[in-house]
Structures are given as structure tokens and as C-alpha cells.
């Protein structure tokens, strides 16, 4: 087995509103400061990158109105702690490589519905700041999220 494939193929969703504020939701099941993070999800056989994108930012969020502004072309890995990666996908991955995309959402907020999904990932879920998420996001997540956020924060700031 390759390197490569030690690591589920998997996307990463940034999602903002007009006013420049990122969807972030909080684990279900997940009551400590870092529960918080954004949605993503695994890339389906025969689905490209963004097609999974959509899908999973509706399968989580149960929003549909938002419009693609940008992307990350390379993958970005991270492994997951030992005692989460051994009972994820059957022990198979250590961890996700991840493609990841910046939505503009624009809809109105009664179209989120984090419980679209028989299984709901998220106990609740807000409009926050980027250095928020951040700082409340699980520690083996806080490297990808600075990367992702150092690239699509600036455009989230200058977007019009």
C-alpha cells in the first residue's frame, strides 16, 4: 500500500455569509472548547472533488444556495490521534488528505438544517470568525485550518 492511500480522499468546506462570517458547527457528541469545525466528507467513487463538495456541504449543513469562489488545488493531509484512526473506516486510513473549497453562501439561514441527514454530525452549528475556528478546533486540525484559512481569508475579506 502507498503512502498515498493511508490517507482517505476527503473534501473540506469554507462557507461565508455577506457578512464575511464562516459556518462552523459543533461535533455532535463533542461537548469540550474544541469540538468546532467545518464541514467535510469523503469523495464518492466517480465524484469529482467539487461534486463531493456540494453534496457534503448539504448532507451537513442543508444548505443549497451557494456559489464556488474558490479552491485549494493541492491536497493537504493530516493524520488523525491513533485512538480516533484505529475506529474510523475500519482502522484502513491514518488519516484524510483533503481538497479544499471556499462557497459564498446566499441564502437565507432558515435554509440550514444540520439534522437534513438520519446521520447528523453537528449538535448545533453558527456564523463565526475565522480565528475562532481556529482557535476552537480539534489540535490534530489546527495546521490544515491555518493553511486553508491563510489562502481563503483574504478573499473572504475583499469579496464585494
Not at 467513487?45 to 449543513?61: C, K, W
Request: net charge positive.
Amino acid at each position: 500500500m502507498s503512502n498515498k492511500n493511508l490517507y482517505r480522499p476527503n473534501v473540506g468546506i469554507v462557507i461565508f455569509n455577506s457578512k464575511k462570517k464562516i459556518w462552523c458547527g459543533r461535533r455532535l457528541g463533542i461537548n469540550t472548547k474544541d469540538a468546532w469545525q467545518l464541514p467535510q466528507g469523503g469523495i464518492d467513487d466517480n465524484e469529482s472533488p467539487l461534486e463531493a463538495a456540494v453534496r457534503e456541504a448539504y448532507e451537513e449543513t442543508g444548505i443549497k444556495s451557494i456559489k464556488k469562489i474558490s479552491k485549494i488545488d493541492e491536497w493537504i493531509k493530516y493524520e488523525l490521534p491513533k485512538d480516533i484512526a484505529k475506529n474510523k473506516w475500519n482502522g484502513k486510513f491514518i488519516g484524510q488528505m483533503q481538497k479544499w473549497f471556499l462557497f459564498q453562501f446566499y441564502g437565507n439561514d432558515d435554509e440550514i438544517n444540520i439534522n437534513i441527514n438520519k446521520k447528523a454530525e453537528f449538535s448545533e452549528w453558527k456564523w463565526e470568525k475565522d480565528i475562532y475556528i481556529q482557535r476552537n478546533v480539534a489540535e490534530f486540525r489546527k495546521t490544515v485550518y491555518k493553511k486553508v484559512f491563510t489562502k481563503f481569508s483574504t478573499i473572504i475579506k475583499n469579496f464585494t
